[in-house]
């Protein structure tokens, strides 16, 4: 097994270093080194999606990524194009990595730089500190709790932080449990190598809301930062996509313009199979159901197992393909019926569409979209009211059957509300105004129903040509 044995050969080099250089000799390299940068600082803002570039050439799931790369002039220039850390690899079998790099790259750049190694031993955290290292990665796999408290300790007393890198729930809560401030969520399993991209939306509930969490493998596209953005993550740790790609800074630029920058985009009222393909296939965040029975879009939500077992992408799921969210619609239902439909049907987010209080959003074990109806200036105090106990807040226009009405929102509100808190805009949004929706409201996202549709019908070409006007006019925005 692959990490048996990296953590073998770990042992094997570590006998030899500690004869070479004895832990006195590291301890008192250790304390002359100047104090470390301020690794928290380089996560704010924390409502951001920094980016931790990593000095990559090899790895073992890869094999030869970037055999040449210069590593000091990769941290430069991921430094000043916008990286908030430098992760560098010193495992020099498997990774090709080297402590001299981490050295070089911490007199090169002036921001924080992560030993990213298989560290087992107290000998290794004072290394990382002699060589410059602001933090240490942690490895939950292949720490027990007693070793991850110990060596969490000991980086702290060195005035370093450490990354402490979690594979699935039960290591998220020893990593929280342990004191761990900085979690990263590595979505590749590190014994079979397999990506599980949706671990990190599991695992992001669990965690305490102010530690930084930091999403790791598998980043390469648009719709992959996006997914950051739902999850509220802090970072993304990020190699291989950097290191492979023939234009680097327009590399960096699509990740941190996709995760902070770009419309996360729902389209509601599903109730076919066809029209579930057609929105993932046109690149949709969320899936949208309505529970709420008058509406023509109700779908009861015993359905919703069937339904998406109808889809091509949900009964074939290819390789790499990351599914979007499902968000259920409900307005003014009983929380225990609204919690057993989630469970039921496999929900990821709960929109509340009614006149649902702040304290029965609480009561919600799915993170809360709460749909407000702004008419005046006034209405913006419910922002505040909301803001605690939601996920996001949606603006919606206000009618009497609640919403999917087609009627469009007062956007210079919605844009008020857009300046205080990440919105999803809706009502009555259409590919025609979709363009302006965005330039005048700049919302976090969207959700769409009426406007995707035609006799009442989603509509597939609508789906697609509404998409396409999203991504495009962002990037108009972009440009300007
Ligand atoms: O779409 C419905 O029928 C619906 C019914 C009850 C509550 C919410 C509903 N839909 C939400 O309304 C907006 C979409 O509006 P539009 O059709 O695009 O004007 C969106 O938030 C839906 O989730």
Not at 176 to 202: H, W
Not at 265 to 287: F, P, Q, S, Y
């Amino acid at each position: 097994m692959f990490l048996d044995k990296i953590v073998n050969q770990t042992r094997l080099d570590l006998a030899q270093r500690k004869i070479e250089h004895p832990i006195e000799e590291l301890q008192r390299l250790a304390f002359e080194q100047s104090s470390p940068r301020d690794v928290l600082e380089a996560f704010e803002p924390r409502d951001q999606v920094h980016l931790i570039a990593e000095v990559k050439r090899a790895s073992p799931s890869k094999g030869l990524l970037a055999p040449d790369l210069d590593p000091v002039a990769t941290a430069l220039l991921y430094e000043q194009h916008g990286a908030a850390m430098i992760s560098v690899l010193t495992e020099p079998h498997f990774f090709l990595g080297s402590p001299e790099y981490l050295t070089a790259i911490k007199h090169a750049v002036s921001i924080p730089v992560l030993r990213k190694d298989f560290i087992i031993d107290d000998y290794q955290v004072y290394e990382a500190r002699a060589w410059g290292a602001d933090a240490i990665l942690l490895i939950c796999a292949i720490l027990d709790d007693e070793q991850l408290r110990h060596l969490l300790h000991l980086a702290h007393s060195l005035r370093m932080r450490a990354l402490v890198e979690v594979h699935s729930r039960a290591e998220a809560q020893r990593a929280v449990d342990a004191g761990a401030m900085i979690i990263g969520v590595n979505s590749r399993d590190l014994v079979t190598f397999k990506m599980n991209p949706y671990l990190i939306r599991e695992i992001r509930q669990m965690l305490p809301a102010n530690r930084i969490i930091v999403a790791e493998s598998g980043i390469h596209s648009p719709a992959d930062v996006r997914r950051l953005a739902r999850y509220d993550v802090q970072a993304m740790l990020v190699g291989e996509s950097l290191v492979v790609s023939p234009d680097m800074p327009g590399q960096i630029r699509m990740l941190l313009h996709g995760a902070n920058r770009t419309t996360q985009v729902k389209i509601c009222g599903l109730r076919d199979a066809e029209h579930i393909d057609a929105a993932i296939e046109a690149g949709a965040d969320m899936l949208g159901f309505i529970f709420h029975a008058p509406s023509q879009r109700y779908i009861a939500p015993e359905r919703i197992p069937s339904l998406l077992a109808a889809s091509n992408h949900y009964a074939h799921i290819d390789e790499g393909q990351v599914l979007p969210d499902l968000v259920g619609v409900f307005v003014n239902k009983e929380a225990a019926y609204i919690n057993d439909v989630a469970e039921q049907a496999g929900l990821h987010y709960i929109q509340l569409h009614g006149t649902e209080t702040p304290e029965f959003c609480q009561q919600i074990k799915r993170p809360v979209i709460k749909a407000l109806s702004l008419t005046d200036k006034a209405d913006l105090h419910q922002l505040a009211d909301y803001q605690a106990v939601t996920w996001r807040l949606l603006i919606d226009t206000p009618t009497p059957e609640w919403g999917g009405s087609g009627r469009t929102s007062d956007w210079d509100l919605a844009y008020r509300a857009a300046q205080q808190e990440k919105i999803l805009l809706a009502g009555g949004l259409t590919v025609g105004n979709v363009a302006d929706a965005i330039q005048q409201v700049h919302p976090w996202g969207l959700d769409v129903s009426s406007g995707v549709e035609t006799d009442k019908r989603k509509d597939v070409q609508k789906i697609h040509a509404f998409l396409q006007q999203v991504r495009q006019s962002e990037k108009d925005v972009a440009l300007k």
